[in-house]
């Protein structure tokens, strides 16, 4: 049984809101699974699709496997904020790691946070996997995904020491520093938004919105320094003033980095009388949706898509250099 990210990611929203009838459907999950007490965060075990490199890498993708197509087992796990917003992606599990017991295993503090705010700061908890033969690793959702941060599984692919150095040393991955509050750090105004850019407590970075006729495309200034954020600021309010260039340019970017990888690959969805009709550059295009764009401290512009459905529900990030130029177009859980 394959269970869709999308899914998942809508029935963890509505039972984190408090609708007991989606908390009653994620309990009944078939699934090897584990909850936070509150519904914050989910950790689920399922295999995905996985392709086999010609020089040994594996590239894992969250799609069903297909009939006599290798596969991966894969830990999917999810959060949910506060503001209504959330977030989801996947890690695999070492080949040899043969899943028995999924479980949440307490707060984070309880494995040594430096002290309350930094527990909190991971605020999912620790969850636990324990393999058949007795190996158990355990670490928050927040460590789980710092650990695999640095390997691309969809486009590069991994190889299996990857995955094992990174899965086995996510326990040790330091946590976030004490986190800020919102308390602490008054709004900044800017030029491009309906209202002051506001410190969210959860990300830990300076957050507004902008308009875009009818749709609405969240900002945000990467750093939880006010000082820093009002450097940044207006290197924001540039990249708002030419958010429709940018936006333009940033799927056209896409679509040629992408684009082989939809048709060669994530085949399937564009069929016409039983035959799969390839995407073009300007089909590929005109399928993202903007959803945010993020500004770093070295002027570096990140643009967030949602991908409609050309890879199941996967995001798509956009990176531009401070130079202006595009550096990279990648898949995200």
Not at 42 to 47: A, D, E, R
Not at 161 to 178: K, Q, V
Not at 223 to 242: K, S, V, Y
Request: proline share 5%; glycine share 10%.
């Amino acid at each position: 049984m394959y269970i869709d990210s999308s899914f998942l990611q809508e029935r963890m929203k509505r039972a984190y809101a408090g609708d007991r009838q989606a908390a009653e459907e994620l309990a009944a999950l078939e699934a090897l699974h584990a909850s936070a007490p509150d519904g914050s965060a989910l950790l689920l075990l399922q295999s995905k699709h996985a392709i086999r490199q010609a020089d040994g890498r594996v590239r894992i993708l969250n799609k069903r496997p297909e009939p006599g197509a290798e596969s991966r087992i894969c830990a999917d796990l999810y959060r949910c904020f506060e503001d209504g917003g959330s977030s989801w992606t996947h890690i695999p599990l070492p080949a040899d790691f043969e899943p028995a017991e999924v479980r949440y295993a307490g707060p984070a503090g309880s494995a040594g946070a430096a002290d309350a705010k930094q527990a909190e700061y991971a605020s999912s908890g620790r969850f636990g996997l324990r393999s058949t033969d007795g190996r158990s690793v355990e670490a928050s959702i927040i460590q789980m995904g710092r650990a695999f941060a640095g390997l691309d599984l969809v486009m590069d692919g991994v190889t299996e020491a990857e995955i094992e150095d990174a899965f086995y040393a996510m326990e040790e991955i330091a946590l976030p520093p004490a986190r800020r509050e919102a308390a602490d750090h008054p709004p900044i105004p800017w030029s491009g938004g309906r209202s002051p850019l506001a410190f969210d407590a959860e990300r830990q970075a300076f957050a507004g919105e902008l308009r875009r006729g009818n749709d609405v495309v969240g900002v945000e200034l990467d750093t939880a320094d006010p000082e820093e954020a009002r450097h940044m600021r207006p290197m924001l309010e540039a990249a708002a003033d030419r958010l429709k260039e940018l936006d333009a340019a940033a799927r056209r970017y896409a679509a040629r980095q992408l684009l082989d990888l939809k048709n060669d690959v994530w085949t399937g969805e564009e069929e016409d009388g039983g035959e799969v009709r390839p995407l073009d550059e300007a089909g590929f295009a005109a399928r993202l949706t903007l959803g945010s764009l993020t500004i770093g401290g070295d002027g570096r512009l990140t643009l967030w898509y949602d991908d409609g459905e050309l890879f199941a529900g996967h995001t798509i990030r956009v990176e531009c250099g401070a130079d202006e130029r595009f550096a990279s177009a990648e898949l995200l859980g």
